[in-house]
């Protein structure tokens, strides 16, 4: 009982004739989780999927691969599309893989969870690299469209608070393939001719496809990298995109961006007003602590009565002479007792108590006192004196020596 | 003293200062004096600045050499 034979080749390639017949099989949808995926020199993808109880192997050649917007990575839970087929030399079915999408969110959403988790990583959104923004910038580069609303937004609101401010337009696209390297280049070209001292780049409200220009990870470095402060200002107040992670302030919508850029000239003339008063009202007080002061000196009596000053020296005067006259009598009493003194010593020596002790005084005819027996001769007149009265007397002899 | 030509942002500044110097109230009258002169004059100019801005607004294009050049922005 002969059979008939077949290679393995036949049966492989009549095993794959009955796949490709079936129509259903020409176009599926499966879901899964992506395991062991790997990335091939050649440029072709080759990974499982698989579920709880069994797994499916998978080729993603190179053209469909470069349409991925997104990295796959094993683990991820996925809904492919493609077709199953046989590949004869291995005998295997396989699904070939047209397209990929991630399970949940949309492949842009984990495209810019990828793009934000790795630049995070690198630390391309860390507080430290933020700089300042000018408080009053001179100059402001706006990066964006030059038609739609977002730039006449942003011109009139920043004319509006600031018009001391120039602006300075840079016209790029903001949406396409061109968009990302025109935005970066823009961002590159005002640091490199220092065309401004703030820039703003950002675009009006729109899908997530339009907005992702923003989300391209050359404009996230071009941001970076820029030594001039940097608003991110992209669609509506929801829209985060991972230039706002970069950028040094991030503003909710393009107007936003004007807001934050200047300050309000409405509220700095209140400011200037404010110091205004302030300088006046310190002003106003200083004269009156000064005026204070002088009232308080004028109301000294001296300044308000000028005789008090007479009427003081006055006093002294009074006290001066008092002093004076106390002395003075101190002198005169003085005096007094010298005087007493002098006339009982003058009194002592008086030739009248000399008498009165019983001498007497001989006089000449003229009255001059005789001092000597030789000044007499017998027969002269002279006088005796006593105390109390006189004898007229003759000479009757003259005894020398004795 | 101070120089003149102050922009926006320092005569701010120096108002500021003037303002606290005065406040505190320690100088003499006529340093006072001279320091609210200064700062109403200031305060002046700064208002001026205010007054007589206009906008002005150009767009960039890169000219030979890559050189920046301004060209006039007309509303699209």
Redesign the interface.
């Known amino acids: 009982m002969e059979r008939q034979a077949l290679s393995v080749t036949e049966l492989n390639n009549r095993i794959k004739g009955l796949l490709d017949l079936d129509p259903m099989l020409a176009d599926v949808c499966v879901r899964g989780e992506l395991s062991n995926y790997k990335i091939y020199p050649s440029g072709h993808h080759y990974f499982t999927l698989k579920d709880s109880e069994s797994s499916l192997r998978c080729v993603m050649f190179k053209g469909s691969a470069a349409k991925l917007r997104f990295r796959p990575e094993s683990g991820m839970s996925v809904t492919a599309f493609g077709r199953v087929s046989v590949y004869p030399r291995d005998g295997a079915y396989q699904l070939y893989c047209s397209a990929l999408q991630p399970e949940g969110a949309g492949d842009l959403q984990v495209a810019f969870e990828q793009l934000k988790a790795k630049l995070a990583a690198e630390g391309l959104f860390d507080r430290s690299h933020k700089k300042p923004l000018p408080a009053f910038p001179e100059k402001i580069a706006i990066v964006t469209s030059s038609a739609g609303a977002a730039v006449h937004d942003m011109i009139r609101i920043l004319g509006h608070r600031w018009p001391m401010t120039k602006v300075v337009l840079l016209p790029v696209r903001v949406q396409g393939v061109e968009a990302p390297p025109e935005i970066a280049g823009a961002i590159r070209y005002a640091n490199e001719f220092q065309v401004a001292d703030l820039i703003i780049t950002g675009r009006g409200g729109g899908s997530i496809e339009d907005l992702w220009a923003f989300n391209d990870e050359r404009v996230a470095r071009a941001i970076y990298d820029s030594g001039i402060p940097v608003i991110s200002a992209v669609g509506h107040e929801p829209d985060v995109t991972i230039s706002d992670y970069v950028a040094d302030a991030r503003a909710s919508t393009p107007s936003n961006a004007a807001e934050i850029a200047v300050p309000d000239q409405h509220e700095l003339r209140d400011a200037l007003d404010h110091l205004d008063i302030r300088s006046r009202q310190a002003m106003q007080k200083k004269l009156s602590q000064l005026s204070q002061k002088l009232a308080a000196l004028a109301e000294k009596r001296v300044l308000t009565d000028p005789s008090v000053y007479i009427d003081n020296r006055r006093m002294e005067l009074d006290h001066m002479r008092d002093r004076l006259s106390a002395s003075a009598e101190r002198k005169v009493s003085a005096g007094r007792q010298e005087f007493v003194r002098l006339a009982s010593a003058l009194d002592a020596m008086s030739p009248l108590r000399v008498l009165k002790r019983g001498y007497s005084i001989t006089e000449d005819g003229a009255g001059n006192s005789v001092k000597s027996a030789s000044q007499l001769k017998k027969g002269d007149r002279v006088r005796l004196r006593f105390a109390d009265g006189g004898a007229d007397c003759t000479v009757d002899c003259v005894t020398e020596g004795d | 003293m101070a120089a003149k030509k102050l922009?926006?942002?320092q005569s701010?500044a120096r108002?500021?200062e003037?303002?606290r110097h005065?406040?505190k109230?320690d100088?003499p009258?006529s340093d006072?004096?001279s320091l609210?002169e200064e700062?109403?004059a200031l305060?002046s100019s700064?208002?001026r600045?205010?007054d007589e801005?206009?906008?002005?607004?150009?767009?960039?294009r890169?000219g030979a050499d890559?050189?920046?050049e301004?060209l006039p922005?007309e509303?699209?």
Not at chain 2, 53 to 60: D, R, S
């Open positions: 922009n926006f942002e701010l108002l500021d003037i303002v005065l406040e109230g100088l009258l006072s004096l609210f700062g109403t305060l700064a208002s600045m205010l801005a206009e906008q002005k607004v150009v767009k960039l890169k890559r050189q920046p301004e922005f509303e699209e």
